[in-house]
């Protein structure tokens, strides 16, 4: 009877449940689990430690990066300092240099200088050559690159020609500066940025070669580059710089910082600076690994298996002892609410990852590994116009205004390769007009999705518009006279110095007309200077309408004008002088007829000296004889037209 109890029947049960054979099953299975908490806690450890490694290695590149981008925007300035004038001086190079504090302001940076392009004497003869003008500062390395000819080597020349065919900054391969010597012999590179006659860069590759000036550019001593680029304490991670995608001794650039040999904790990268590809190899240091290294997986087996080892012998020793089992049970109910807590935690940092975004100022957007968009927050709404939920499951692609689906495919592939990608274009509103971005694309390793940062380029362009329509104003203000808006003296002169070598190079004639208003000063002191200057705004007209396009009429000050005929003259000197006497009796036609001035009609007859040019050399000299020939007319009765004797 006894045999059948339920109460007997359970009382046996739990006997066997806390027998010697449950202590040892107990055991094993605490053991394991306590294996596989070391396994796991040794496996935590790795991935965080892989995580802090790539951190690491993002913040060493971003800071290469950004500081490649920091030289890119000083040649820019170069480049728009030549822009800005038709010739930019020693001093005036100098100067601006000064102005940058290269040593301060931008480390690593050997010196900025100026190449300007000497063209082939033969046409067919190559891309001519080079020479270094100017090279700042003026440090006994640089002195000696001055004068050198770079294109004369072909990894220099290949940069140089990249960086004029698609007119910006382009970087070169390995090479070694004319500036080493000694002991310390670093490798280096070069970044160019091409400098076009008119300053505009042109529309198209074969005008961008035709209208070459120069090249403004940096040398760049790799060591010292890269010097400072880890920081100073607390060195994770050393890395070495190669040229191109291949990682050998021939194409190495750099290696910055002491790295473990045996270290498992490597990553690969591939940077695109100013058109050239850079592979860098990151690798962990010695500080690195020691600051990584943790006891807590040992401490966690070894603290594992004490406590089974203490289960075990509780189990033994109070085998009957229900209290242990409640003790193993509020243990695992502690473990549970740890967990609870970290899921806590999980939540909380999602929570305020999505505040930052919600909150930044920048367009944010998130892809899966399709391209459809997943996320998007706020600002980007706000600024493009666009519903949240029109936006979600459509192809990121679709946002941009400028690129076809072939651009788009390429973009693709190459945030694909390299993680990390940024560029400028332009988004569509939601209204169909657009607006100008520069958009930080970056891959997540693990799904594949892609972030894509917005940043606001408007503001920017519309700074750099009114820098190009304040440097134009500028322009215009020192080479044309502020009230007859025609080319001043100084402006005159450079096109006369072009015409004389024109002239000496076609053995064809020029000439150049001297124009004095008669009796202009008896006007001012009748009526006054506004009355004059009425009067040599209409005269400026008369002498562009009595001219042609090619030519060049200019003011030099009070009533004194001239006229440049720097082409489509004979070689011969009396037919040269008819054709000019043709134009002149043309002028004194015109310039003589009345003025309207305050009412009435003033007369002012022209007195007119011509100096014929072809062999002379210097722009003053002939600007003399026409002087001089326009007051012989003067003396001799006003109204005339005399030629300056040769």
């Known amino acids: 009877m006894s045999q059948g109890n339920p109460r007997v029947l359970s009382a046996r049960f739990a006997d066997w449940i806390h027998g010697r ?44 990066v950004e500081r490649m981008r920091g030289y890119e925007l000083v040649l820019r300035g170069g480049a728009g300092l030549f822009a800005a004038s038709n010739e930019v001086s020693q001093d005036e190079w100098r100067a601006f240099t000064a102005r940058l504090d ?14 300007a392009l000497q063209a ?40 140089m020609a990249r960086a004029r065919d698609e007119g910006g900054a382009a970087l070169s391969g390995r090479v070694t500066l004319v500036q080493e010597d000694g002991p310390d012999i670093q490798q280096g590179t070069l970044m160019y940025w091409p400098v076009y006659r008119q300053g505009a860069t042109p529309p198209s590759v074969s005008e961008r070669r035709s209208s070459l ?53 490597r990553s690969r990268r591939q940077l695109a600076i ?13 500080a690195f690994e020691e600051a990584s290294h ?24 109070l085998a009957r002892n229900g209290q242990l089992l409640a003790q193993r049970n509020a243990e695992l109910q502690g473990s549970r609410e740890a967990l609870s807590r970290e899921q806590a935690a999980l939540r909380e940092r999602e929570r305020r990852y999505r505040g930052v975004i919600e909150t930044t100022s920048e367009g944010f957007l998130m892809a899966d590994r399709q391209g459809r968009i997943t996320e998007v927050n706020d600002a980007y709404l706000a600024r493009s116009g666009h519903l949240r939920e029109a936006l979600i499951g459509q192809p990121i692609g679709g946002l941009d205004a400028l690129m076809d689906a072939a651009a788009l495919k390429e973009i693709t592939q190459r945030v694909q390769l390299q993680s990390h990608l940024r560029f400028e274009t332009r988004h569509r509103h939601a209204d169909g007009t657009d607006w100008p971005v520069e958009v930080s694309l970056s891959r997540q390793a693990e799904d594949g999705a892609v972030f894509a940062f917005v940043h606001d ?28 808006q025609l080319p001043n003296r100084r402006l005159l002169l450079d096109r006369l110095d072009q015409a004389l070598a024109a002239a000496r190079r076609s053995h064809r004639h ?9 009796h202009f000063k008896a006007l001012n002191d009748t009526h006054g200077h506004a009355a004059g200057d009425q009067v040599l705004v209409q005269c400026a007209q008369r002498l562009q309408a009595c001219t042609r396009t090619e030519d060049t009429v200019a003011r030099l000050g009070g009533d004194e004008f001239v006229l440049m005929m720097a082409s489509g003259l004979s070689e011969l000197p009396q037919e040269a002088r008819a054709q000019v006497q043709v134009v002149a009796d043309k002028l004194l036609a015109a310039l003589d007829l009345p003025y309207p001035v305050a009412g009435t009609q003033y007369h002012c007859s022209p007195s007119i000296g011509v100096a014929l040019f072809r062999d002379q050399r210097l722009a003053d000299e002939v600007l003399r004889q026409a002087d001089d020939a326009m007051y012989r007319a003067k003396r001799e009765g006003r109204r005339t037209l005399r030629f300056a004797t040769p």
Request: charged content about 20%; glycine content about 8%; cysteine-free.
């Open 102 to 115: 290269l040593p301060r302001s931008y480390p690593g940076l050997q010196g900025l200088g100026y190449a």
């Open 457 to 484: 380029l408007s503001a920017l362009k519309r700074l750099e518009a009114e820098r190009a329509e304040a440097t134009e104003q500028i322009r215009r203000m020192a080479f044309h006279d502020p009230l007859t």
């Open 510 to 518: 020029g000439a150049l007309l001297f124009i004095d208003l008669d």
């Open 274 to 286: 100013a058109g050239a590809v850079w592979t860098v190899e990151f690798t962990a240091t010695q």
């Open 21 to 64: 054979v449950t202590a040892w099953v107990v055991l094993a299975v605490s053991v394991l689990m306590t294996l596989l908490a070391w396994r796991a806690a040794e496996h935590f450890q790795a991935d965080d430690a892989r995580g802090r490694f790539e951190a690491a290695a993002d913040a060493t590149q971003l800071r290469i």
């Open 213 to 265: 000036q120069g090249w403004v550019y940096a040398p760049f001593r790799m060591r010292d580059l890269m010097d400072g680029i880890l920081p100073a304490q607390d060195q994770w991670v050393a890395f070495a710089l190669h040229d191109g995608d291949r990682l050998d001794g021939a194409s190495r650039l750099v290696q910055v910082g002491q790295s473990r040999p045996d270290t498992p904790y």
């Open 120 to 159: 082939s004497a033969q046409p067919m003869a190559g891309p001519g050559r080079s020479a270094i003008v100017y090279l700042e500062p003026q440090d006994w390395r640089n002195r000696r690159a001055l004068g050198y000819d770079m294109l004369s080597e072909p990894v220099r020349q290949a940069a």
């Open 294 to 317: 943790s006891l807590q997986p040992a401490l966690i087996g070894l603290g594992g298996l004490a406590a089974d080892l203490l289960l075990f012998l509780a189990l033994q020793a």
